[in-house]
């Protein structure tokens, strides 16, 4: 069984900093892209940031120049250093993983369960 645990966020002043982490965990034969989103009440999730295996990384314009993505493989792990926060990045933020188990042929989607981030103004 694949597990993908999230750890980091919390509440922080505008113009502050917040490192999200994601642990995957379980009988993993390989990971690809991993990922980042966020949803606040009443919206659609929303991409923030992916890294690839090879480390090639995308981003939201909104979130461009102020949050870094990186991973590390050897320990299944992916980060989120998110730095000068503002107000509207307050949101239930979500780790993703394209995930082939052991003894599978195929790849699955996989998303931990979510820790909220408040940026007060």
């Known amino acids: 069984q694949v597990q993908l645990v999230e750890s980091g966020g919390g509440l922080v002043q505008a113009g502050g900093s917040l490192r999200l982490s994601c642990a995957a965990s379980?009988?993993?034969?390989?990971?690809?892209?991993m990922g980042w989103y966020r949803q606040g009440p009443g919206k659609q999730r929303e991409l923030v940031a992916t890294i690839t295996s090879g480390g090639s990384t995308k981003y939201a314009d909104s979130v461009k120049g102020r949050f870094t993505i990186s991973r590390d493989n050897a320990v299944n792990t992916v980060l989120l250093q998110m730095n000068s926060l503002k107000p509207e990045d307050t949101d239930v933020y979500y780790c993703?993983?394209?995930?082939?188990?052991?003894?599978?042929?195929?790849?699955?989607?996989?998303w931990g369960q979510g820790t909220q981030v408040t940026v007060s103004s």
């Open positions: 379980g009988n993993i034969f390989s990971m690809n892209a």
């Open positions: 993703n993983a394209e995930i082939r188990p052991l003894a599978k042929v195929n790849t699955y989607k996989y």
